[in-house]
Every structure is written in C-alpha cells, then in structure tokens.
C-alpha cells in the first residue's frame, strides 16, 4: 500500500463533530482532500419528560440493562447528568461506542464481538442475561430491530427517544461540486445520512464512489436509491477509510 493512496481524492464527510473531524484528519494524511459537510445534526428529544422519567428510573436501579448504540446517546447522557447504578449492566453497539461510555466514566459489560450493530448485538447477546428489564435510549427515527430483537429474547424492553435526528441543507457549493464530479467519494455513516444524501444529492454522478460503514447501512443506502460501491467490514471509521483504500488501490500500487 502506498503512503498516499488517496492523493487528490475529494472525499465529502458529510457528518461533523469529533466523527467527522476525526475522519478528515485521517484522510488527509492518506493524501485527500477531505469536505466536512454535516448533513444531518442532533437535536433534543421532543418528549423530555419521557426521557427524564426514563433516566430517574436508571439511576434508581429499575432497570437490569442500558443499551447505548451511538455516542450521541452518551452525550445526552453526560448532559442530563444520568449515573447508572454498578447493579446495571451497560451495552454497546460497538467499539466506538464503547470507547465514548468509557471516556465518559461509564463502565461497558457487553460489545458485540463479530457484528457491531443492533442485528450483531440481539445475535450475540449473553445467552445468561435473557430476562430482566432493558432499557433502549436511541434516536428518535430509529428503527425497531433492537427493541423488537431484544424482546423476542424475553426482555422487557423500554424505548425511549434521547434525541431527535434532523436533516441539514446542503451548501450551494457542496451540490455544486457533487453534481459536477469534482467529490470523487462520499463517507456514508448511517442511514440517516444517505437518505440526506439522496434527497439533498442525488442523481450522483456514476463515478462516484459510495462507501458504506457496514453491510446494514449499504442496505439502508441501497433502500434510499443510492448505488454503493464500497462496504466496510466492521462499523468503524477506520474500516470505512480502509475500505476506501482498498478500492483506490486494488492492486497495492498508487
């Protein structure tokens, strides 16, 4: 591989904060030019009562488990200032995730070791830990697989909506250089991203490389009529960057 496998590459990050800053310097010093374009941004949840209950009940040991699936939840966490009793165990989604509970003070009990994602966490949950009261903080759009999943195992789950997923327009600038080719790959990190990206982009141009962070989110961006051409193997920004790699340079060589 070489040292700059991505050189002139113009890459669009269309997430922001640590995620995306993260991930532009990563990519610079592969040789791109990274564009943070944030597209979708987090917002309190509309039902802060639900969500204030919800976290009194935590703290107070009613329930067994929390599950954490985005280090967007473990901010709200941090801001409502939730303490979550050594009596419960703590879930992550994955890696970064639990890296962002760890950092936070929070202790993590389970990550799932193959498949870092709600369909990978319900698969490999402890086969010891198949009752009790579970509790979900997610996104506001989230879908049910983790919930439903878990309940199915004969949990007793509570959702609750820890913050609201929000759309954010696209500059005249960013259309304008997607539209023209001149982005030659877009970092898709969620679903909620790449249904921004197709409302708020799409038709991309067909040289424009879509790369995935995992088979679930190359679904979701398949089901948003974007044509993916990169998945990385594990939900994580450094397997999206190296799968990114890996395309530009699939023979090893610049």
């Given amino acids: 591989m070489t040292a700059k496998p991505l050189r002139g590459w113009r890459v669009l990050v269309p997430r922001g904060g640590k995620w995306g ?4 310097a990563d990519l610079r010093t592969l040789g791109a030019i990274p564009i943070v374009a944030p597209l979708i ?6 039902d802060g009562p639900a969500l204030a209950n919800a976290i009194h009940e935590l703290s107070d040991g009613q329930f067994d488990w929390v599950v954490i699936t985005s280090a967007t939840t473990v901010d709200v966490f941090v801001g409502q200032g939730a303490k979550i009793p050594a009596g419960t165990r ?48 997610q996104s506001d759009i989230a879908e049910p697989n983790l919930v439903t999943g878990l309940g199915a195992l004969g949990l007793d789950v509570q959702f609750v909506a820890a ?44 040289d424009t490389v879509v790369a995935c962070i995992g088979p679930r989110t190359a679904f979701d961006a398949r089901a948003a009529g ?3 051409s990169v998945i990385a193997d594990y939900r ?17 060589v610049e």
């Fill in 21 to 24: 800053d993260g991930v532009a």
């Fill in 90 to 137: 703590i879930a992550a989604v994955g890696e970064t995730t639990a890296a962002a509970l760890t950092l936070a003070g929070y202790q993590v009990d389970f990550v799932p070791a193959v498949d870092n994602s709600a369909r990978g966490l319900v698969k490999e949950w402890p086969k010891t830990a198949i009752s009790g009261r579970v509790l979900v903080p």
């Fill in 226 to 228: 974007l044509r993916v």
């Fill in 41 to 46: 941004n987090f917002a309190s949840a509309d």
């Fill in 236 to 252: 994580s920004a450094e397997s999206l960057i190296a799968a990114l790699v890996e395309h530009a340079t699939p023979d090893g």
């Fill in 163 to 206: 913050y609201r997923t929000v759309g954010v327009p696209a500059s005249d600038a960013v259309r304008a250089d997607v539209a023209s080719g001149r982005i030659k790959a877009v970092l898709v990190s969620s679903g909620s991203v790449a249904r921004q990206i197709a409302a708020q982009l799409a038709p991309l141009p067909e």
